[in-house]
């Protein structure tokens, strides 16, 4: 009420902003506070820390930093009330390469012990232990002895150093959080031979994924633009591959073309299509000439590319088809007046109509395929020359052990991704509103 | 040269003839065990004639009492016969008789009624343009359903088939698809009874449902207001907010697998299904935040405004008036995100290694080794897919508007 009262005083419009805008501004921003926390800590941090990570050489091991590791136990058989007996504490460095700077245990010594004898390191006040270690050496071993006596406390109690658990402090390097940098991991990955090829691959994997999901995608969408009966099932049935999860599709894939007991390559070579099986998942390359030039075919990688276009032309079919049926009729009309043949109709009307929504699928499609990692791991695990980019940062990060490589690969992903997104966001067209 | 009706008409009636004698072929073969050879040649010179027969008919069908598809068929079951001598699958007669001339009839049928269809209209003498290309959109129509149906539907066939049939036979003849029955329920279904005694799949089921269910929840808590700020509450930024929230989607989940990894493994977060519920609703929150905003700038304001006029705080606008109106966008929502939830698969594989709480994809992945055959990897598969398939189709119409209502204009 109060920012209409100001607008009826004042002579001209409002300037700045209102006391209600303003509540509105801070409800919106208070609306929008929980998902901007979420997205920055699991997705903007970690693109950060991605970097961090990338010049930094850290292996999968280092995620356990060095710590010294503290075994307790009671020696000497004490029977009675008495009697002497001696506590130890094995201590030893977990790393075998990295010191552990000041070391301090401290623990509670279990009723009904007495303290006879300490180790030089060590003070006791009231039950607590407490023993100043300082810097200890990579691989460094030590046993701490406590000699003593027993009163029927300890012995009636069911193994009395349980009470109370050693607790050790003590600071190491984390290679994680240290200031430590160098590019050895970039030198790596670029001076390796396969990673011009893991370029290439990625490339050709996107390039033809996205255009085959398209075409696929623009033609069911042409068959299903006609009313039938069963359209609706028809329609359905064609989303399948995108609904499914991956896991299920990608392992059906890998039995249908299995070499030795897949049913497609049953088919082929008892129909006498071809001689032997071909491993369509497992190798590499075909050879052949064309007019005397020797040619290569890259088999898996064209199978994990028709995979591509299979899984993701329902989602353009989808797009197209609500595009296409959102186009008013009377054009269509006009041109058969006119005498436009079907051809020229889809050439002339449909497609200029189209072309919106098409180039915002390849866009879409053409990052999500770059970025697409599920589909190649599971078919192939990046063997036999289809291991794109993504795949290398698992292959880098994990099963190499080499978290830093990986991360670097990861940077290179993010770098080649906002390149494009750069692009396209510069000649993408405005007015389908993505 | 522009090609007259007859070579439209023969070039239609070989490719359907080809076609449907591979296609009725291949399924025979899968559906028997048997290796039905389809005799192409034949069927094709079969299929070439009748379509000439048939134009030859329609053209003249006044003078005839029997319609023109009833000699196109004659003479395409009479050509194949006698090209293929009598075995149009090269099988001996007495093998599967009823499966064959069940094949037999679908195909003089099929290829029949495909012939039909596509030269209805055409006569004997030339063709317009608009005719032929008539004829082409039908015949490349055709063809696409026939490829398409196959290349959907024969991965999810040979899944189902492949889970329902044991280690010995599947060796012994990968092309036997067929169910046998002789062995009863339990022999069919052992895969699955195995997986949910041995394998513990009830529990990777609950673990999925109760991830997906909880993704979905929380997602929706984060996205509902956000949604409604981005598109009704005016702010300095807003504009920019409603595009940017869609580029985090396009950020690769495998770049955040190594950081996340990194940080999740030394707050002990990473085995744990904690983890995954901070990790999945952060992926899916800006999707849903840019489908539902979409939906919430369609619905009108002054709904909205008459029921703040009427003394509703925004948190009651939103409550009593956004949320039962966009009903249907949550459902699409909601079912989007179970599907994304349900489907994942890279934070679950680098993420969990107790198998007491697996999720389905992991279970399935811990399929995939030698020891463990494969109708039980396929019958995992289906497990893993028929309750996202059930629902899916349960709401198809929600998702379809859902998901090109917010970007599709016109």
Not at chain 1, 276 to 296: H, K, T
Not at chain 2, 76 to 83: A, D, E, K, Q, T
Not at chain 2, 208 to 215: E, F, L, Q, R
Request: net charge neutral.
């Amino acid at each position: 009420m109060s920012a209409q009262n100001q607008q009826q005083d004042s002579s001209g419009p409002p300037k700045g902003i209102g006391p209600m805008q303003r509540r509105e501004m801070w409800l919106a921003y208070l609306m929008l506070a929980p998902t901007f926390a979420i997205i920055l800590i699991i997705v903007a941090g970690p693109l950060l820390a991605n970097f961090w990570i990338s010049v930094k050489p850290v292996q999968l091991a280092d995620l356990r930093p060095p710590t010294v590791l503290v075994n307790e136990r009671v020696r000497g058989k004490p029977a009675a009330a008495g009697d002497s007996a001696e506590i130890q504490y094995r201590l030893r460095n977990s790393s075998q390469d990295a010191e552990v700077r000041n070391v301090v245990l401290t623990d509670e010594v279990p009723e009904g012990f007495n303290v006879t004898a300490l180790p030089e390191d060590c003070a006791m006040s009231g039950r607590d232990l407490t023993c100043t270690i300082g810097t200890v050496d990579p691989g460094w071993r030590e046993r701490l002895k406590l000699e003593g006596t027993v009163t029927d406390a300890f012995l009636a109690a069911n193994r009395p150093e349980r009470a109370s658990k050693p607790v050790i402090e003590g600071d190491a390097d984390n290679i994680l959080t240290n200031f430590d940098f160098s590019l050895e991991n970039f030198r790596r990955i670029f001076s390796a031979d396969e990673f011009w090829s893991v370029l290439r691959v990625t490339f050709y994997y996107t390039i033809f994924g996205t255009g085959g999901a398209l075409v696929l995608g623009l033609f069911a969408a042409q068959l299903l633009h006609t009313t039938f009966v069963g359209r609706g099932f028809v329609r359905g049935l064609f989303l399948f591959p995108y609904v499914s999860p991956v896991i299920a599709v990608a392992f059906t894939w890998v039995v249908l073309f299995d070499p030795f007991s897949g049913t497609v390559n049953a088919l082929l070579t008892k129909m006498g299509v071809v001689a032997d099986p071909i491993n369509f998942f497992g190798q590499r390359a075909i050879e052949y000439s064309l007019f005397g030039i020797p040619m290569e075919f890259p088999l898996a990688l064209t199978t994990v590319i028709a995979f591509e276009a299979w899984r993701y032309f329902p989602l353009s079919f989808l797009f197209i088809l609500a595009r296409m049926q959102s186009i008013n009729t009377d054009m269509y009309e006009a041109a058969e007046m006119d005498g436009a043949t079907p051809l020229q109709q889809f050439w002339y009307l449909s497609l200029p109509q189209l072309m919106g929504i098409l180039s915002v699928l390849f866009l879409l499609r053409f990052i999500w395929t770059f970025n697409k990692f599920d589909d190649i791991f599971l078919l192939t695990g990046g063997n036999a020359g289809t291991r794109t980019l993504t795949v290398d940062v698992y292959e880098q990060g994990f099963a190499l052990s080499n978290l830093g490589a990986g991360a670097a690969v990861a940077v290179v992903v993010f770098v080649v991704l906002v390149t494009f997104a750069t692009l396209f966001i510069r000649f993408s067209p405005k007015e389908e509103g993505l | 040269m522009r090609p007259g009706s007859i070579l439209i008409a023969a070039v239609t009636g070989l490719v359907w003839g080809v076609t449907a004698i591979v296609v009725i072929a291949v399924t025979l073969t899968l559906i028997t065990g048997e290796v039905a050879l389809p005799q192409a040649t034949a069927a094709g010179v079969a299929g070439l004639a009748s379509a000439l027969v048939f134009v030859w008919r329609q053209s003249s069908e006044k003078s005839s009492g029997m319609p023109a598809w009833v000699w196109s068929a004659i003479t395409l079951f009479l050509i194949l016969m006698i090209g293929s001598f009598a075995a149009p699958f090269n099988l001996p007669i007495g093998i599967v008789p009823v499966w064959q001339g069940l094949a037999l009839i679908l195909f003089v049928l099929g290829a029949t009624w495909a012939t039909s269809v596509c030269l209805s209209g055409a006569r004997l003498g030339p063709m317009s343009r608009y005719e032929r290309e008539v004829v082409y959109i039908r015949v490349a129509k055709g063809i696409g359903f026939v490829v398409f149906t196959i290349i959907v539907a024969l991965p999810f066939y040979v899944m189902v088939m492949t889970s329902l049939k044991s280690q010995q036979t599947l060796l012994a003849n990968p092309l036997d698809l067929s169910i046998d029955f002789s062995q009863g329920l339990d022999g069919l279904l052992r895969s699955y009874v195995e997986l949910f005694t041995q394998f513990n799949f009830g529990r990777y089921l609950l673990v999925s449902a109760y991830v997906s269910v909880a993704t979905v929840v929380l997602t929706l808590l984060f996205s509902v207001p956000g949604a409604y700020a981005v598109s009704r509450l005016r702010f300095p930024g807003q504009a920019f907010l409603a595009r940017s929230v869609l580029l985090i989607y396009m950020v690769p989940a495998i770049v955040l697998v190594i950081p996340l990894y990194a940080v999740f493994s030394q707050l002990g977060l990473r085995n744990t299904l904690t983890g995954l519920l901070v990790v999945y609703p952060a992926t899916t929150i800006p999707v849903a935040l840019y489908m539902l905003q979409g939906y919430f700038r369609g619905l009108p304001s002054e709904l909205e405004e008459a029921g703040l006029m009427d003394g509703l705080s925004r948190v009651g606008v939103i409550l009593k008036i956004t949320l039962p109106l966009s009903l249907p966008a949550l459902a699409s929502v909601s079912l989007y995100v179970f599907m994304i939830a349900w489907n994942e698969f890279l934070f679950a594989f680098m993420f969990l290694d107790n198998p007491d709480i697996f999720t389905l994809s992991r279970g399935v992945v811990s399929l995939n080794s030698s020891e463990v055959p494969r109708q039980h990897l396929m019958a995992g598969a289906v497990i893993a897919t028929v309750p996202v398939l059930v629902i899916f189709l349960w709401f198809e119409r929600f998702l379809v508007q859902g998901l090109t209502a917010g970007s599709v204009k016109g």
